[in-house]
């Protein structure tokens, strides 16, 4: 089962960031928490992943709490090519570990 | 650099035929994934290889389903015989089998819908 809470939809304005939110209350101290993103009949695609620390890349940023049962990714200016479903997961990292997915959230950025 | 393969990318059968997915990951990761992903939900895992032995296949529905990985690289998962619950996306992802157990990349998947 999916160890990660989310809303089922959210809107952005296109150029505005969108802050997605995840609730991972339960999460062990070795478990990282993954961002994917599903956009319309294409597989998912990774966005970020972070353990501890708050995180940036080319895509994203993910800031997690201190202490660490929510986090949020942060699109900083959404376009409507990032309308998507969000999957926030934990995972142990480690080759051998599963992903797995719940429903996430369907971000809809609006021109 | 080549993404994960995946044919067919549409199959339309009737109950209780049989149907095969194919799928090429990205050359040198030794872990391979298949997902499926029914309508509105989010892609479950069925089974997982490491190079062609099986990690996990707790997911999989034993009687009808089957997936082999011949010598590491290429696999195959099969339906047979297969139901209308069975309409799906069925997904297939690799990885590298380093430590850190990197990002899954998946292919665009292959659509079942079974009449």
């Known amino acids: 089962d999916a160890k990660t809470t989310q809303p089922p939809s959210m809107d952005c304005a296109e150029g505005r960031a969108a802050n997605l939110p995840c609730n991972h209350s339960?999460?062990?101290?070795?478990?990282?928490v993954y961002w994917y993103r599903q956009i319309h009949s294409q597989g998912p695609q990774y966005i970020i992943h972070g353990l501890k620390n708050n995180e940036t890349n080319e895509m994203a940023s993910l800031i997690i709490t201190e202490d660490r049962k929510s986090s949020t990714l942060i699109l900083p200016h959404a376009t409507l090519r990032d309308t998507a479903v969000y999957y926030c997961i934990v995972r142990v990292r480690g080759a051998t570990n599963k992903l797995i997915f719940g429903t996430g959230t369907l971000l809809a950025v609006q021109p | 650099e080549a993404g994960v393969a995946q044919s067919p990318r549409y199959k339309i059968i009737e109950k209780r035929q049989s149907v095969a997915f194919w799928c090429n990951p990205i050359s040198g990761h030794a872990t391979l994934y298949w997902y499926q992903q029914i309508l509105g939900q989010g892609p479950k895992l069925l089974i997982q290889?490491?190079?062609?032995?099986?990690?996990?296949d707790s997911q999989l529905p034993k009687d009808r389903f089957s997936a082999e990985r011949l010598k590491g690289v290429d696999s195959t998962l099969k339906i047979q015989p297969a139901k209308l619950e069975d309409s799906a996306v069925y997904l297939c992802?690799?990885?590298?089998?380093?430590?850190?157990?990197?990002?899954?990349?998946f292919g665009e998947g292959s659509r079942l819908t079974v009449l």
């Open positions: 339960t999460i062990s101290g070795n478990e990282y």
């Open positions: 992802a690799s990885s590298l089998a380093d430590f850190y157990g990197g990002e899954l990349f």
């Open positions: 290889f490491q190079n062609n032995g099986v990690v996990d």
